[in-house]
């Protein structure tokens, strides 16, 4: 019997290895506050998205664009509240991301920024509901992240309201065109904005000429949808739909002599950078897309310099949004009259009143005075910008 | 290479289960295992010594321990090569999801809910486990794998299309595209790649180790049983099985499917553990990593992938402290604990340091210095 104690001892030694892990884990964290303590004492953002694996685009530009923030606020005020900002890397996994979130709030996050993506997004909202903790999203645009959840509230436009914008945009714009849609049956993104676009759009008796769908599995030969446009006299199409489906669509209709134009939503952000993709077929494409490097915006010209300089990239949308969040929550909390040492259910509930108390508005990058309602759904104004010369130009 | 593997440890494993002292040893040890670890958590827990962020782990731990054990059952004592498990973990979860949706509109006793989720995902596991394993288990080797491979990507894209809702009436409806007849879009409760969505958490830790523990009583029990020496005696030498009577595909199948309903209860436990769920999540990698969690431990060796499994579930979050050089350092952690377990030269050294406290009683034999490293 003897025998079985040395194997008990190994057997302890792991679990004993776990635990001294997960103490240096806890342990080490203390002291990553790198903001220096002002007088206000710091704030501590958290974040969780995806820094690896194949969304690691957006989960960077988020953290990069988060963090610019986060330095220009602590370099502006030294004395004021100061901010900290931890990202961690949730892999685009639900089950990751909820680790991450325990990690944060293990490490003392009293505000989280996050998540980036929409399915890690939805399962982080649902324990930071039961924990308390006060979430504001910079670009998870699923309906799923906020439905419920009281303490979540997004930056980016919801899936559906893109829909709506992209509606009552055309309405406004384009009276006098003939309207038709190509989007994709088999997808939740492209689905939800069409089934909104279609109820705004046909809300005062406008019909739209034609509707054509496609599946992930059929993506490469829009003749057909092309045809049917074609017929029904359709000289705009609404696309929302990612930008690769939309490249077939638009050097498929050069070919058969169609020239319709164009209307697309976030999705088509990324055409320009499309390889083997003739760009001059993009000219006069219309997309709405909340922020654009190109803008003459001031503001939008020193997030991009400030940007290039600290990352060597350009931004993307998403680090602009993220950028925007820091800065809404820092008003907001500015707002609650708390101090950073508040707890973070605490602040959750403060910020929450702040949001939903009808009279905060945050003007940024992505748009000026955004406003929230109770649902957590943003509203803004939509920016529509054109694509001439091979840049995005806003209208 | 992976043949001869198998078979050395098939030798092994074989004489192990003849003999009862054996068979108790590691029952023992194995049942210790989850005892210890579960006493050691719960109180860390209780202590407030152990965060959220290991706190949140308990569940996914004992999950993953749970598919270890199943996997090693088809891999370890049937010694067929399957790269399909997430498929029917996949399969155990959404039906879980599905079934705790439907029956949670009539009931509140979420750890019945649980109960009944957990039998109807081994079920619809089971099942998918026997159509899959009928006309494959004629396959060997690597061609099994590749077939099992294919399963489980099968099984995810089908997911990947597949929708369920209520409808006005609150009958359940389905189909393969995302309008579902008679549902509105607010009220589907699976929606293809996008997955389950607002799914009440009803795993818990307790709950999850009695799963665990149920895993373990019943691949031990097979290995221990008339059935489980004749699983074994076919993965060591088909042709002698067969002379002596025994039905290959029975054994096989028998083998096969107790894996699938198994691994269909611990992604039942897994999706009730989050408020979403989507089918990617059940990849070809996830698979991987489950037979990665057996080698590591040791093909055959029960214990060795429990702790295997529970490590290298703590690992990356243990590593975060590494920051931009988690991946990089998870990776490498991996490389070494894989050469060093299966090292020879350093499997000696460990076996002649152990030796030292071993009592006087005559050496145990040379092959096992690779269970103590594990």
């Known amino acids: 019997m003897k025998k079985n104690w040395t194997k008990f001892l190994v057997v302890a030694l792991s679990v004993m290895m776990v635990f001294a892990m997960t103490a240096c884990g806890g342990g080490s964290s203390d002291g990553g506050d790198d903001a220096a303590e002002g007088g206000a004492g710091v704030l501590h953002l958290g974040g969780t998205g995806p ?7 957006y989960g960077n530009a988020v953290k990069n664009g988060a963090e610019l923030a986060v330095n220009e606020i602590n370099a502006a005020n030294p004395d004021g509240l100061q901010l900290s900002w931890d990202m961690q890397d949730d892999e685009h996994d639900a089950e990751k991301a909820v680790n991450a979130y325990n990690k944060l709030v293990d490490d003392g996050m009293q505000v989280l920024i996050g998540s980036v993506t929409t399915a890690p997004c939805t399962a982080v909202a649902a324990e930071a509901y039961a924990n308390r903790t006060f979430v504001l999203t910079p670009s998870a645009s699923g309906p799923a992240v906020t439905d ?5 509230f997004q930056l980016c436009f919801s899936d559906p309201n893109q829909g709506i914008a992209s509606a009552e945009y055309i309405k406004n714009n384009y009276a006098d065109k003939t309207v038709g849609v190509i989007y994709n049956n088999a997808d939740n ?4 904005i069409f089934d909104k676009f279609k ?3 046909e809300s005062d008796g406008k019909q739209l000429a034609a509707v054509e769908a496609f599946s992930d599995d059929a993506n490469a030969d829009f003749t057909a949808q092309l045809n049917s446009m074609k017929n029904a006299g359709v000289d705009l199409i609404f ?3 990612y930008y690769t489906p939309a490249s077939n669509i638009m050097t498929q209709a050069a070919k058969m002599g169609y020239a319709p134009t164009y209307f697309g939503v976030d999705g088509m952000d990324g055409i320009l950078d499309l390889e083997g993709f003739d760009t001059n077929l993009a000219e006069g494409v219309l997309l709405l897309t909340p922020f654009t490097p190109y803008s003459e915006d001031a503001k939008v010209q020193e997030f991009v310099k400030a940007y290039e300089d600290a990352y060597g990239e350009t931004p993307i949308q998403f680090a602009a949004d993220a950028y925007d969040c820091v800065y809404t929550i820092y008003d907001a909390f500015q707002k609650t009259g708390l101090g950073a040492d508040a707890s973070m259910d605490e602040i959750c509930e403060a910020l929450i009143g702040v949001f939903t108390g009808g009279d905060f508005t945050s003007s940024g990058l992505t748009a000026e005075s955004m406003s929230w309602n109770a649902a957590g759904e943003v509203d803004k104004t ?9 840049k995005y130009v806003e209208k | 290479m992976a043949e001869r593997l198998f078979k050395n440890i098939g030798s092994r494993g074989l004489k192990g289960a003849v003999k009862g002292s054996e068979y108790r040893k590691e029952a023992f040890i194995s049942y210790g295992i989850l005892l210890i670890g579960y006493i050691l958590l719960q109180l860390g827990a209780m202590t407030g010594l152990i965060g959220r962020n290991l706190q949140g782990q308990f569940v996914p731990i004992c999950v993953y321990v749970s598919l270890a054990i199943s996997l090693n059952l088809v891999v370890g004592i049937s010694g067929e090569l399957s790269l399909g498990h997430a498929g029917f973990m996949a399969v155990g979860a959404f039906t879980g999801i599905l079934v705790a949706k439907i029956l949670e509109r009539s009931m509140s006793i979420n750890p019945l809910i649980l109960i009944i989720a957990i039998i109807a995902a081994a079920l619809t596991a089971s099942i998918a486990g026997f159509i899959i394993g009928i006309p494959i288990l004629g396959l060997r080797g690597d061609y099994l794998a590749i077939v099992t491979l294919a399963f489980g990507e099968i099984v995810r894209n089908f997911m990947n299309v597949l929708y369920f809702g209520f409808d006005s009436n609150g009958k359940l409806r389905f189909a393969f595209n995302h309008t579902i007849e008679g549902v509105d879009t607010s009220d589907r409760i699976i929606t293809g790649a996008i997955g389950a969505t607002g799914v009440t958490k009803m795993a818990s830790f307790t709950a999850a180790a009695l799963l665990t523990a149920f895993t373990l009583f019943v691949v031990l029990n097979l290995k221990n049983s008339k059935q489980g020496r004749a699983i074994m005696s076919i993965r060591d030498n088909r042709i002698a099985g067969e002379s002596i009577g025994l039905e290959v595909r029975k054994y096989k199948l028998m083998a096969f499917v107790v894996s699938a309903a198994l691994a269909g ?11 979403t769920l989507a089918p990617v999540k059940f990849n070809f990698n996830t698979s991987v990593l489950i037979l990665v969690f057996v080698v590591l431990g040791g093909i055959g060796n029960i214990w060795g992938g429990m702790i295997a499994a529970a490590l290298l579930t703590v690992l990356p979050e243990a590593l975060r402290q590494f920051a931009d050089y988690r991946m990089l350092t998870y990776a490498i952690v991996l490389i070494v604990v894989m050469i060093c377990t299966y090292n020879p030269t350093i499997k000696a050294r460990v076996g002649l340091f152990v030796d030292k406290f071993k009592p006087k009683k005559k050496k145990s034999g040379k092959g096992k210095t690779g269970k103590e490293a594990a």
Do not use: H, Q
């Open chain 1, 382 to 390: 939509p920016k529509v910008c054109v694509i001439e010369d091979g």
């Open chain 1, 51 to 57: 820094l690896t694996g194949p969304a690691a685009l």
């Open chain 1, 239 to 241: 696309l929302p739909i």
């Open chain 1, 148 to 152: 419920g959840n009281d303490n979540v």
């Open chain 1, 189 to 192: 993104y492209s689905s939800g």
């Open chain 2, 265 to 275: 209860m611990a992604g039942c436990m897994f999706g009730l553990n989050y408020s």
């Open chain 1, 199 to 201: 109820s705004e759009y």
